[in-house]
């Protein structure tokens, strides 16, 4: 056998593969699109899967690649030899081009003259047939002609042979394994057994079938082929190890966690475990936060799985004696292995270690006090006699420390506990429920669309308003509100489709036109909303004003256009600014939502931290820039490799067709996008950002104002300048002269206020020499004084400290009907174990508060001036308990 480097193993799996007429088609996302029903890529051909089930591929019929893939199904299993969340998936396809006769040649000369293997040591499984589908003797008969032996071709049922996602392409597969040369262990030794004789080494799979949502199988419109190997494992065959985190990928962060943890790797079972589990789920954690998608930890979905990896990842560095830093150096080594490799982990290097660093000090921040609390909570569970853990108990740990319910589990297992997961189900949606009963939610709209979803194919509507605002049409369709009908009448409300339209419906984040439609003889309906439903239609939602409409009608429509152009700025504007926060943030912005109606534009985006005043300025200088630049704004329709090679940005997990719509705002801005925009840059205006501020964790959200919105925020704020300067008897040019010199009043007259009520104070509370009173040896001043607030109270508390000498002073005010308490000790009396954090603890609920503090100085407020009396006489009490 040829051993190999995992970078030398890339390029000669895809060479071998474009030699026979193969095009690399490259690898997409780790985040799925959601389409086949699963949240991450699993497997080299799931991103395929529109063309295995016969949509033509625009690089043809035969492709290669090798794709990343993230599986957490076995999440439990990772921390073994061979198990992984990120992998590397070698696959090669053919689309209804060659078949298995092709396909097992191939093979078998990848197996013996890449990767020299001698055939003497290979066998293969096909499927063996059940009653969903017959046995696969072509499968059997191709392998031996390719070179296997008769004998070492095995059948095998379809939980060992037959492969398919949840639904989509399926068929059998046939799978190829090393023999080793050792005895069989019994009669029935072969592929699948334990004994270790049979190593699978690569998988074809025969795609001849497409499995429903239903169960059932019906045969594909054209036979397809899928191999997949998958990297790691067939990388650590090859060079002769049996344990995966050997292999040149790993073995660096292996060696740094040696070294950094000083424990040897595979010393102990359990320290070797928490290797691999921290040097794995780094791993994904870098390649999914540094992913095109650039997902981040979260509360639901794929952001949840990866909270998880990392605060685990957090948990067994811990085990190791690692901190946060050095998580972040097993992450850089990751992040440097894989930079040729993968593209986007090299130019999103400083983002993936910031955003991983965030999340380790957010879980780290929690995770001790967690601990403990678990702890608390195993040992309660033990002394109650149960071994299992309450859901509430688990939803609290979750709730409060951000402990994912696995990480309870897993922690709780480790300990030979289990976890009530029904019940943590029940707590999580008791609390959901809660939140829904509290909120307020919008009426839905009366519109009757769903309606819509009964008309036949033929029912359409074309937009045509790109390039008009106005258009004569037919009505194709009504609903009243409930259903379908044949004729609204005046005032009445409803919505109406027609066969073509200016109109824009609400879609990717811009909101929809208003207007009118009108007829010949005088009637008028008024469109209130325009929305999309089923079949790609628009419909025009609003009430008749005047006359009737009738299905049939031909109609005249017109755009509100005052209304569409503010829309449109604020649309072109939204598109300048993404640009600009690239320019002055870095590549790492992606937009994460956007909004435009006519009166504003927000827009959402990736990042981890407020913006300055002074970025916050850049940005808008540099839209206010190209707006004054006058940039042509251009659109125009191409396939979607035609708009990656522009450049143009795409919104990820956005649907986009076989044909693409580019907006180029001169050479400064490239996207794809639906929306309306105006014909020149200039025409925006001016842009004013008039609020950033956070929405999610690592997400940031602007506002913005364009045209003549713009001009009458200008307006206002200038208004407001006249009516502060009026107020504070000056020009606006003065104002902020004038405000200094009153802060420096006022800053002179509260220095003077404040030598008043300390002088207040100690008049009020007069000669204190006949209040001190001794305890054990220690002195002692416990009082009451009135209207002091806390600044007083610590000020006054210092002079009676400096009165006594050594002891400890106790002072209690009431002022504006709340209580405030302070109490000081001195070092001498510290030292024969007074303490005043601990003592104030103890008096503070005689006035129904609470508080805390050092053992020289402690504070506290209450709200029961009655209990004062009861609070002094408790001071000196626990003072005596204190000093024994």
Request: proline share 2%; hydrophobic share 35%.
């Amino acid at each position: 056998m040829r051993s190999f480097t995992a970078d030398e193993l890339r390029k000669a799996w895809k060479q071998f593969y474009i030699d026979r007429g193969h095009v690399d088609c490259g690898a997409v996302s780790l985040v799925s699109d959601g389409s086949t029903g699963v949240m991450f890529n699993v497997a080299g051909m799931q991103p395929l899967m529109p063309y295995l089930l016969g949509k033509k591929h625009p690089m043809g019929t035969r492709l290669c690649n090798v794709q990343g893939c993230v599986r957490t199904n076995d999440i439990d299993s990772v921390g073994d030899k061979s198990h992984g969340t990120f992998f590397e998936m070698m696959g090669s396809w053919s689309l209804g081009d060659y078949f298995k006769k092709e396909r097992c040649q191939w093979s078998y000369e990848l197996l013996t003259e890449l990767f020299g293997f001698d055939a003497d040591h290979l066998a293969a499984t096909v499927f063996a047939g059940d009653e969903n589908a017959p046995r696969d003797e072509e499968g059997a008969k191709y392998r031996i002609e390719s070179g296997f032996k008769p004998e070492n071709i095995f059948y095998l049922p379809a939980e060992d042979n037959w492969w398919g996602l949840e639904y989509g392409p399926c068929g059998p597969d046939s799978e190829m394994f090393y023999v080793k040369d050792i005895p069989d262990c019994g009669p029935d030794c072969g592929p699948g057994c334990h004994c270790g004789k049979y190593t699978e080494i690569g998988n074809d799979v025969f795609m001849q079938y497409e499995k429903h949502h239903d169960g059932s199988l019906t045969p594909l419109s054209q036979k397809n082929v899928d191999t997949g190997w998958g990297l790691e494992r067939i990388l650590a065959f090859l060079n002769g190890v049996d344990d995966v985190y050997k292999i040149d990928l790993h073995a660096p962060v292996i060696s740094y966690i040696e070294k950094e943890s000083g424990i040897k790797y595979e010393a102990d079972e359990k320290t070797t475990r928490s290797m691999r589990i921290l040097a794995d789920h780094t791993r994904t954690a870098v390649m999914l936060i540094g992913d095109v998608a650039k997902l981040l930890p979260s509360n639901t979905g794929a952001g949840y799985i990866l909270r998880r990896l990392i605060r685990r990842a957090v948990r067994h560095a811990r085990t190791l004696g690692l901190n946060k830093d050095q998580i972040l150096g097993v992450a850089t080594i990751y992040i440097d292995e894989y930079s040729d490799s993968y593209e986007h982990l090299k130019n999103n290097k400083k983002f993936v270690l910031t955003e991983l660093e965030r999340e380790i000090v957010r879980f780290e921040s929690t995770l001790e006090n967690g601990m403990k609390e678990f702890k608390k909570i195993l040992d309660q569970t033990s002394s109650e006699g149960k071994k299992e853990i309450a859901g509430k108990d688990a939803f609290f740990l979750y709730d409060t420390f951000g402990f994912p319910v696995e990480l309870t589990v897993e922690l709780a297992e480790e300990e030979g506990f289990t976890v009530d997961e029904e019940g943590f189900k029940a707590s999580m949606e008791e609390q959901k429920q809660k939140a829904r009963d509290n909120q307020n939610f919008a009426a839905n709209l009366e519109s009757g669309v769903s309606a819509f979803d009964q008309l036949s194919d033929d029912v359409t509507s074309e937009f045509v308003g790109y390039t008009s605002t106005s258009c004569d049409g037919k009505i194709v369709a009504i609903s009243d509100g409930a259903a379908l009908c044949d004729e609204l009448s005046k005032g009445a409300k409803g919505t109406i489709i027609t066969d073509k339209t200016p109109f824009y419906g609400t879609m990717g984040g811009q909101v929809g036109d208003i207007g009118v439609i009108e007829t010949s003889d005088g009637a008028k309906f008024e469109v209130t909303e325009t929305v999309h439903v089923a079949g790609g239609r628009t419909a025009h939602v609003g009430q008749v004003i005047e006359g009737s409409f009738k299905n049939g009608s031909q109609v005249k429509l017109l755009v509100d256009v005052e209304n569409r152009a503010k829309t449109c700025r604020n649309h072109s504007a939204t598109h300048l600014l993404q640009k600009a926060l690239q320019e002055v943030l870095g590549d790492h912005v992606e937009q994460a939502g956007s909004y435009q109606d006519p009166d504003k534009t927000r827009f959402d985006f990736s990042h981890h931290q407020a913006m300055t005043a002074e970025e916050i300025r850049k940005v808008e200088d540099l839209v206010n820039a190209k707006i004054a630049e006058a940039l042509p704004v251009v659109t125009e329709e191409m396939t979607m490799e035609e708009a990656k090679k522009t450049g143009a940005m795409a919104l990820f997990g956005e649907k986009y067709g076989d044909v693409v719509r580019v907006v180029k705002m001169g050479d400064f801005s490239i996207e794809l996008c639906g929306g309306t925009h105006v014909s020149n840059t200039s025409h925006v205006g001016i842009f004013k950002i008039v609020s950033e501020s956070g929405v999610a964790a690592g997400v940031r959200r602007i506002e913005a104002l364009t045209g003549s919105n713009a001009r009458n925020y200008y307006i206002g704020v200038e208004n407001n300048l006249d009516e502060a300067a009026k107020a504070l008897k000056t020009n606006p040019a003065d104002i902020t002269t004038q405000i200094k010199k009153l802060q420096e009043e006022l800053k002179a007259l509260r220095s003077e206020n404040e030598s008043l009520k300390s002088k207040e104070a100690q008049a009020a509370l007069g000669d204190v020499t006949d209040q001190v009173e001794e305890i054990n040896g220690v002195k002692i001043l416990a009082t009451s004084v009135k209207g002091v607030d806390m600044n007083g109270l610590r000020d006054l508390g210092d002079q009676m400290k400096g009165k006594i000498g050594e002891g400890v002073v106790v002072l209690i005010s009431e002022a504006d009907g709340k209580v405030n308490l302070v109490t000081m000790a001195t070092d001498e009396a510290i030292s024969k174990g007074a303490h005043a954090g601990n003592l104030i603890k103890a008096i503070a609920p005689k006035v129904g508060g609470g508080g805390g503090g050092r053992p020289n100085m402690a504070q506290a407020g209450g709200k029961n001036p009655a209990g004062i009396a009861d609070a002094i006489a408790e001071a000196k009490k626990v003072l005596a308990e204190q000093i024994g």
